[in-house]
């Protein structure tokens, strides 16, 4: 059987990692897209055996060369995705002018399918440009391509992820954490492989023209979610409320860092939850279970983050009396 040649945009990020594995090891061909072809040999080129996966390196969007790698693909899968802008990158360029391009050559070379990460709950949340762009991005696709799928996630988290990891990190180092809108909005976070055994199915089953809403088994608040981190690295950590007036002040202050910690904007996105909609399917509607709940998974790799490591609790002390 022919493989199936897959272009991917954005593959060295959390998702495309851990999506290069899933889809190479079910016999995919995969050629993925970076801005830089030296460090993503570093991060990726171990996720497939030798043969399923091709580094092409493209600094810029450039539609010839983009052309070029449409010849012979039959599905591409857009990951390239910002969570704060720059003087390099905003977010009209990656949500809304890439995915436009993306699609429009799909239709051009009339591929088998054009699968997008966009992000969920941005219907709502009409004050953030992180979330306009991404609408906007997600309606040029419908108009560009007919046999499109757009994939709406929650908060994807894993091992290797900017989120879990981070709040960790943090939580570890400060004595206290702010909580923003009193910490009560919501969220369903998923675990990467349930997103990419997801997308995975997709790709298998033929679906088309889709919105999707993908989720993981728990609800869990901003608050809840630091205290299930908290318990992990088993650390106790005040979680303190901050009026609006000052978390907007410091989020002016943190997005002046080369990485920022919050910005402006991503305070704005903090205010809507991130839960599923109502208005589409959601991957647990399409029988694309995700199981892997969040309190058990983070288990699974915080110790990096506990006093003594992985090895310091006192119950694996074996007793030999
Ligand atoms: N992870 C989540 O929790 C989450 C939740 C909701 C939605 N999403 C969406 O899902 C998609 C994938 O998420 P992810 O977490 O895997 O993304 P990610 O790790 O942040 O980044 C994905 C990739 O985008 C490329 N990229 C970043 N900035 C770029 C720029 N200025 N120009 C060109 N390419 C750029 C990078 O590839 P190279 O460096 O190799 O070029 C990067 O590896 C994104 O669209 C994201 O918005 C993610």
Redesign the pocket.
Known sequence: MKQKEILL????????RNLIRKLSKNNYKITA????IH??GYIIKTQANPGYLELVELKN?NLNKIEQLFEDCDICI??????YENK??DFKT??TD?PDMLSRIANKFKINKFIH????GIDEAIDSKYATS?LEGEKRIIKNFNNHIII??????SVD???TTNFMTLLNRLPVMPLYYQGKTKFSPIHVSDLTDIIFNIIERGYSNLILECVGPDILSFKEILESLLGAIDKKRLLIPLPYQIAAISAKILQLLPKPLLTEDQLKLLKYDNIKSENYKTNFDLKLDANRKFKFEINKYSYNWRSGGQFANKELIEKND
């Open positions: 945009f954005g593959a060295t990020g959390q998702i495309g897209v970076t801005r830089n460090r993503a969007f857009n990951l390239v995705g910002i969570l390099n990158q990656i949500h890439l990460l966009s992000a969920l991404k709406r996630p929650s908060i994807v988290y992820d900017n989120f």
